[in-house]
T-cell receptor, first 115, second 115 residues
Framework: DQQVKQNSPSLSVQEGRISILNCDYT??????FLWYKKYPAEGPTFLIS?????DKNEDGRFTVFLNKSAKHLSLHIVPSQPGDSAVYFCAASASSGAGSYQLTFGKGTKLSVIP | GAGVSQTPSNKVTEKGKYVELRCDPI?????LYWYRQSLGQGPEFLIY????????DSGLPNDRFFAVRPEGSVSTLKIQRTERGDSAVYLCASSLMGGQNTEAFFGQGTRLTVV
């Protein structure tokens, strides 16, 4: 059973518009969430993270929102640029026990930004 | 560059053979992780090293998989009697310390194909 779910395999957005990528999780022990970006033939690159004590974290064009009651998070990219075209992975970890260093990933969403 | 380096980039092997995958982490990083990404899936945790010791190998799928990090730097993932189901991209990551809030940097991965 998937503990981190990204239900949209792909997303196309016009350049300059907002991209919204969604992620749901089922494990209540998760308290730290991350987004990774991956280009073909490269490893995932850390983008932005959020702790469960917050509901929003912003870094430039990237904002992550966390809704703990719904076990849902989203990544907003504004404005979207062609260079943002990549696969985006949502990941989660739990601070207690052995889970603090283990990341559980979703399947990824492929974002295409159309010029 | 001083990133995480993985060799080889690609490895094709015959079913039943033995393979070794190498990871050179970022200098000074004490934590090292191996993940496996199968087609259409997100990365899945295999093993975590803190220094020379495997702190958590709970993600290794079976006893055909083994990993070492004898000097606390370079790590080798070893797979015996390879099976077609082992075909995947094997990702290595390192971080300054283990745990949350320490960014994990990924290598580009080794694409293993078992024929």
């Amino acid at each position: 059973d998937q503990q981190v779910k990204q239900n949209s395999p792909s997303l196309s957005v016009q350049e300059g518009r907002i991209s919204i990528l969604n992620c749901d999780y089922t494990n209540s022990m998760f308290d730290y969430f991350l987004w990774y970006k991956k280009y073909p033939a490269e490893g995932p690159t850390f983008l932005i993270s959020i702790s469960s004590i917050k509901d929003k974290n912003e870094d430039g064009r990237f904002t992550v929102f966390l809704n703990k009651s719904a076990k849902h998070l989203s990544l907003h990219i504004v404005p979207s640029q062609p260079g943002d075209s990549a696969v985006y992975f949502c990941a989660a970890s739990a601070s207690s026990g052995a889970g603090s260093y283990q990341l559980t990933f979703g399947k990824g969403t492929k974002l295409s930004v159309i010029p | 560059g001083a990133g995480v380096s993985q060799t080889p980039s690609n490895k094709v092997t015959e079913k039943g053979k033995y393979v070794e995958l190498r990871c050179d982490p970022i200098s000074g990083h004490t934590a090292l992780y191996w993940y496996r990404q199968s087609l259409g899936q997100g990365p899945e945790f295999l093993i975590y090293f803190q220094g020379t010791g495997a702190a958590d190998d709970s993600g290794l799928p079976n006893d055909r998989f083994f990993a070492v990090r004898p000097e606390g730097s370079v790590s080798t993932l070893k797979i015996q009697r390879t099976e077609r189901g082992d075909s995947a991209v094997y990702l290595c990551a390192s971080s300054l310390m283990g745990g949350q809030n320490t960014e994990a940097f990924f290598g580009q991965g080794t694409r293993l194909t078992v024929v």
